[in-house]
């Protein structure tokens, strides 16, 4: 088995689910517990400057060793998602993949019709969990991609690289991943994560992300006697949803459209919450989705004059698009390198936030890396071994130009 699979089969099995219930930094223990594993290996390596800070990030560096002079940092989470279990992962080889889907335990399918790539790895190895649990390769493959570009670096001189910067974080998963992130430690001008899905593909843009929280105050009285008195929180809340043209909702959205999402009522008649969020690509798609919460409360104000109905609408992260516009080395030298690996490159958008957006609007224009692994945040997460193979060529090649130009 290569170096670089049996690294990641190593690090699926080390439980580093992160907690959003819990507001410690990082949000669990085991997290630092594997960055004390890897820390080690840093170590091994003869990696300069690492250090763990208590927070959860483990930094460390390597001089370049060719003609560019930028700094590049490489970043992997490893912090796997809380949505699915994520104790005793329990990796499963599937040799020689026939192309069928793959049955795991509980009833557990994997079906390459349901994934975007699967089927270009038929005879190649997929590796998968026993279906207890997640797999872990987001972003387990991208620490192992990491510490085996870096193992590569360190034993063969002769490959061009730009000085490196390495930062292992924690509890992106739970949206805290930058919270505690020092951009002036890392000192990096450019970054990528690796931290994406299918390879080929090159992350250039995220959503634009607000969230619009709802509380409605109604007024309670016995329903026997309710008439011209009762205002019900509950049925003003489902109002403002059945506004809300089902177009616009997630399940009618893909590609680079937008969308509303109500994401949970709790509500009885005297007084009830909503929480939406608002996803768009462009700054005046999200303007008009603010807008659009804001025509909604003053009409469902005029509707229920005697509710009282408030409305908080606030940021939560920001397209990198524009920031990489700027300056477009970044993500031309990451398309140039996925040719170099021998895949056609694709400029692609995610949708849905990463550490690398937080991570350009501090100050860094971060690109987000694929590594090959797909279905994440659930107990179908599969990564195929070519898969992660072409990742890492991917991010090596991507380097060597950096080291060269
Ligand atoms: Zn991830």
Redesign the pocket.
């Known amino acids: 088995m290569s170096d670089l699979t049996d690294r990641f089969l190593r690090y699926t099995r080390i439980n580093t689910a992160s907690d959003s219930s819990s507001s410690a930094s990082p949000s669990t223990d085991r997290q630092i517990k594997f960055l004390r594993v890897l820390e080690d290996e840093l170590m091994e390596l003869g990696m300069d400057d690492i250090e763990l800070d208590e927070k959860g990030t483990l930094y460390a560096s390597l001089p370049g060793d060719g003609y560019g002079d930028t700094v590049i940092g490489l970043l992997a989470?490893v912090d796997t998602?809380p949505e699915a279990p994520g104790e005793n992962v329990n990796p499963v080889l599937h040799h020689n993949w026939d192309g069928n889907p793959i049955e795991l335990c509980d009833g557990v399918v994997i079906d390459p019709s349901d994934t975007t790539d699967m089927l270009r790895y038929v005879g190649n190895t997929i590796i998968t969990s026993d279906g207890t649990t997640l797999l872990g390769a987001?972003?387990k493959a991208?620490v192992a991609i990491i510490m085996k570009i870096l193992r590569t670096l360190i034993s063969d001189g002769g490959i061009p690289r730009p000085p490196l910067r390495i930062a292992f974080t924690t509890d992106?998963?739970v949206g805290r991943g930058m919270d505690n992130f020092d951009t002036e430690r890392f000192g990096a001008d450019f970054a990528y994560t690796i931290?994406g899905g299918s390879v080929g593909k090159v992350d250039i843009q995220t959503f634009n992300a607000w969230s619009a929280n709802w509380n409605v105050k109604g007024r309670e009285v016995h329903p026997g006697s309710a008439k011209g008195i009762m205002v019900n929180a509950v049925r003003v809340l489902a109002d403002i949803v059945g506004s809300i043209v089902s177009e616009e909702m997630p399940e009618n959205s893909s590609g680079d459209e937008g969308y509303h999402y109500p994401l949970s009522i709790s509500s009885v008649t005297s007084e009830g919450d909503l929480k939406m969020i608002l996803r768009d690509f462009t700054s005046e798609g999200m303007e008009s989705r603010i807008e659009t919460m804001k025509s909604l409360e003053k009409w469902i104000q005029v509707k229920y004059p005697r509710a009282e109905i408030s409305l908080e609408l606030s940021e939560q992260y920001r397209n990198p698009g524009e920031i990489l516009r700027e300056d477009k080395r970044a993500v031309e030298f990451a398309l140039r390198g996925t040719k170099a690996a021998g895949l056609e490159p694709e400029e692609s958008s995610i949708r849905g936030g990463?550490d690398g957006s937080r991570l350009s609007f501090m100050g860094i224009p971060t690109v987000n890396l694929p590594t090959g692994g797909e279905l994440?945040h659930s107990r179908k997460e599969w990564v195929a071994v070519k898969g992660l193979e072409l990742s890492y060529r991917i991010v090596l090649e991507t380097l060597g130009i950096w080291g060269s130009e």
Request: hydrophobic share 10%; no cysteine.
């Open positions: 989470h998602s987001d972003d991208g992106e998963e931290d990463t994440f």
